[in-house]
């Protein structure tokens, strides 16, 4: 209401905001803008929401010539950083991709608890360095330690703990947080593009995976999904035998949930993030105990 209002040239936040947003009535009748900067960071922004907001299919690039219609521009940073690190500036716009380094910001890709630089399209840890990055946590040398690290070459990076690549036009993807990674009979599993891939099914109007302790298994994806309305009606057993039936024939077995849990309302955070924590704790789930998971698979948010 107040941006359809004020019209401001930038905003920043977060896919929640996105989202909100998109559904908003404003929206809906032409009277929110393209802004000249709607900054979005904080997480990852789902790929259809991106797609329909700035009315681009995947794969699309400014290249160098700034595309009006462009709503929204991605961007990653990290407080440590004193904020922004990238930023998808006019004309450096890639579909999926966070932008390209601001002035002053130098990134890269390294291998895991090493200083080995990576090139183009290899996966890693994104690191920055540069005169923005901070000087120590007050008083807390351990874990400045833990984030700030003096490379062979003498030079200080802030290692960021999310996992990323860079390409050959110098854009910049964000993969997942390192946290969320986790070994699924051995084969590393990201939760992130299990959600990227379940909020193509009409079905779902929002999702969140996360890795489960499993005996047999170490960890296994599970998919906490809220249902658009027409589907609410149905029941659980012809909801994830649809879900299932649908994963199976379009990505790799590892990576199909293990167990499915219905959400009425998907619990969010200050940051405008999925809160995976208040979902673990809604579900209770021990597979140690029970390998079915628990029986009641509705969850309601209070």
């Given at each position: 209401?107040?941006?359809?209002?004020?019209?401001?040239?930038?905003?920043s936040g977060?896919?929640?905001?996105?989202?909100?947003i998109?559904?908003?009535?404003?929206?809906?009748?032409?009277?929110?803008?393209?802004l000249?900067n709607?900054?979005?960071?904080?997480?990852?922004?789902?790929?259809n929401?991106?797609?329909?907001m700035?009315?681009?299919?995947?794969?699309?690039?400014?290249?160098?010539?700034?595309?009006?219609d462009?709503?929204?521009?991605?961007?990653?940073?990290?407080?440590?950083n004193?904020?922004?690190g990238?930023?998808?500036?006019?004309?450096?716009?890639?579909?999926?991709?966070?932008?390209?380094?601001?002035?002053?910001?130098?990134?890269?890709?390294?291998?895991?608890?090493?200083?080995?630089?990576?090139?183009?399209?290899?996966?890693?840890?994104?690191?920055?360095?540069g005169?923005?990055?901070?000087?120590?946590?007050?008083?807390?040398?351990?874990?400045t330690?833990?984030?700030?690290?003096?490379?062979?070459?003498?030079?200080?990076?802030i290692?960021?703990?999310?996992?990323?690549m860079?390409?050959?036009?110098?854009?910049?993807?964000?993969?997942?947080?390192?946290?969320?990674l986790?070994?699924?009979?051995?084969?590393?599993?990201?939760?992130?593009?299990?959600?990227?891939?379940?909020?193509?099914?009409?079905?779902?109007?929002?999702?969140?995976?996360?890795?489960?302790?499993?005996?047999?298994?170490?960890?296994?994806?599970?998919?906490?999904?809220?249902?658009?309305?027409?589907?609410?009606?149905?029941p659980?057993?012809?909801?994830?035998?649809?879900?299932?039936?649908?994963?199976?024939?379009?990505?790799?077995?590892?990576?199909?949930?293990?167990d499915?849990y219905?959400?009425?309302?998907?619990?969010m955070n200050?940051?405008?993030?999925?809160?995976?924590?208040?979902?673990?704790?809604?579900?209770?789930i021990?597979?140690?105990?029970?390998?079915?998971?628990?029986?009641?698979?509705?969850?309601?948010?209070k």
């Open positions: 209401e107040v941006i359809a209002k004020i019209k401001p040239n930038s905003f977060g896919p929640v905001h996105a989202i909100n998109e559904r908003s009535e404003e929206y809906k009748n032409g009277q929110i803008p393209v000249d709607f900054m979005c960071g904080g997480a990852s922004l789902d790929k929401l991106e797609k329909r700035n009315k681009v299919d995947e794969g699309y690039y400014e290249n160098g010539v700034k595309n009006p462009i709503f929204i521009r991605q961007g990653l940073g990290a407080t440590e004193g904020g922004s990238t930023y998808a500036v006019e004309g450096s716009y890639k579909f999926g991709g966070v932008g390209v380094p601001l002035p002053l910001v130098t990134l890269g890709i390294f291998k895991f608890d090493t200083d080995e630089e990576l090139g183009p399209n290899e996966t890693g840890e994104i690191c920055i360095s005169p923005t990055i901070m000087k120590e946590y007050l008083n807390n040398p351990s874990e330690d833990k984030v700030l690290k003096k490379h062979s070459d003498g030079t200080y990076w290692h960021l703990a999310d996992i990323g860079y390409d050959e036009d110098g854009q910049i993807y964000h993969i997942d947080r390192a946290k969320n986790f070994m699924r009979t051995g084969f590393n599993i990201h939760p992130n593009k299990i959600r990227e891939y379940l909020n193509t099914i009409p079905m779902i109007k929002e999702n969140a995976v996360i890795g489960i302790e499993h005996p047999d298994e170490q960890m296994v994806p599970v998919a906490f999904i809220e249902l658009n309305d027409e589907y609410k009606k149905l659980y057993d012809e909801i994830v035998n649809q879900l299932y039936n649908i994963c199976y024939q379009n990505i790799d077995e590892l990576y199909i949930p293990y499915w219905i959400v009425d309302q998907m619990p200050l940051s405008g993030k999925i809160d995976t924590i208040s979902l673990k704790k809604m579900a209770n021990s597979y140690f105990d029970n390998k079915n998971g628990q029986e009641n698979k509705y969850l309601v948010l």
